[in-house]
């Protein structure tokens, strides 16, 4: 079965620092990832997905992700945080399950603090 | 503008009642999915459906309810069999059963009193 980790529950920065999340998902043939953001008190918005093609993917924001097959990892990065970054970030990975349906099994998710 | 609302925002309940979570999106997405939230434990899948009048059980099923009488909606009930309701619920839709990102509601707080 797919699984994503995340592996910090917190990542402490200043701001202006950069930062990266990191996500490492299990193996499959065919990977689907994506990356959203949460809010206090708010649904999850798409930050990017990969669905194919270039393995750097670039989002919403000023973030980015790199989705290395090998390492089966898909980290985050943003080479300059603000104030405003200061939310949860979660990783998905598309997983299909019995009757051709597709499904999004999220990872636990990082909760990322930018101190001025 | 196109999207998903959900209501109300936040939810106070007795023990022992039922209450139903409104879900609406006028994107004209086929599927949609219910999800609890607890800290810590990322999203759990509650229920999902592909198409009106059909919907199945995810990882979290037990003590909820749930309809696909139009498109556009897909209510959940939280019933009394649920033993620990309290949780930020959120309702999200994709377009159809392809590997596309899923939209997200702004999410219900439930509080059992």
């Known amino acids: 079965a797919q699984s994503v980790t995340q592996l910090d529950s917190q990542v402490p920065v200043f701001e202006e620092a950069p930062v990266e999340l990191r996500c490492n998902y299990s193996?499959?043939?065919?990977?689907?990832l994506f990356w959203y953001v949460q809010y206090p008190n708010q649904g999850l918005q798409l930050l990017l997905k990969?669905?194919?093609?270039?393995?750097l993917v670039k989002g919403i924001n000023g973030f980015e992700a790199e989705f290395n097959k090998s390492q089966t990892s898909f980290h985050l990065r943003k080479p300059s945080v603000h104030i405003s970054d200061t939310a949860e970030y979660f990783c998905?990975?598309?997983?299909?399950?019995?009757?051709?349906?597709?499904?999004?099994?999220f990872g636990a998710g990082t909760r990322l603090a930018v101190h001025p | 503008d196109g999207g998903i609302t959900q209501s109300p925002k936040y939810l106070f309940r007795k023990e022992g009642q039922n209450v139903t979570l409104s879900c609406e999106q006028n994107?004209?997405?086929?599927?949609m999915y219910w999800y609890r939230q607890d800290p810590g434990q990322g999203l759990r899948l509650i229920y999902y459906?592909?198409?009106?009048?059909?919907?199945q059980k995810g990882d979290i099923a037990e003590g909820y309810s749930v309809s696909r009488e139009k498109k556009e909606s897909f209510p959940l009930t939280v019933t009394s069999a649920q033993k620990n309701p309290t949780a930020f619920y959120l309702c999200?839709?994709?377009?159809?059963?392809?590997?596309?990102?899923?939209?997200f509601g702004p999410g219900t707080r439930l509080t059992v009193l």
């Open positions: 998905a990975v598309s997983a299909t399950f019995s009757g051709g349906y597709n499904k999004l099994i």
């Open positions: 193996s499959s043939v065919s990977v689907y």
């Open positions: 990969y669905l194919s093609g270039s393995t």
């Open positions: 994107l004209n997405h086929d599927a």
């Open positions: 459906s592909q198409i009106v009048n059909d919907f």
């Open positions: 999200a839709s994709n377009k159809d059963r392809g590997h596309n990102e899923q939209f």
